[in-house]
Nanobody
Framework: QVQLVESGGGLVQAGGSLRLSCTAS????????MGWFRQAPGKEREFVSV????????YYVDAVKGRFTISRDQSKNTVYLQMNSLSPEDTAVYYC????????????????WGQGTQVTVSS
């Protein structure tokens, strides 16, 4: 059974930092890109960041550029999202997902999704 399990969410004050982790199991994710999406209350799920299988290609939504950093450890089947300078606008449920092939910003490109982890940023 394929599972993506996120962790690291929580409550943090504005300006603080969190590091999200997503560990994959149940199959090999060779040549899969790993992405992070988020969904705030009353809003659609939006793309946050993605990293290629090799780690050589990364994309970010403009709102998080310079504040968030995505990385992955293939030996641990884990992808990370380091989030710095958090603001209340970053409050959302954060989901990781796996997409075969090239990194994509489109949710429809992703085959596997985690259950999400809540990030709440207080002002």
């Amino acid at each position: 059974q394929v599972q993506l399990v996120e962790s690291g969410g929580g409550l943090v004050q504005a300006g603080g930092s969190l590091r999200l982790s997503c560990t994959a199991s149940g199959r090999t994710f060779t040549n899969y890109a790993m992405g992070w999406f988020r969904q705030a209350p009353g809003k659609e799920r939006e793309f946050v960041s993605v990293i290629s299988w090799s780690g050589g290609i990364t994309y970010y939504v403009d709102a998080v550029k310079g504040r968030f950093t995505i990385s992955r450890d293939q030996s641990k089947n884990t992808v990370y999202l380091q989030m710095n300078s958090l603001s209340p606008e970053d409050t959302a449920v954060y989901y990781c997902a796996a997409a075969p092939g090239l990194p994509s910003r489109r949710p429809t490109s992703y085959s596997y999704w985690g259950q999400g982890t809540q990030v709440t940023v207080s002002s």
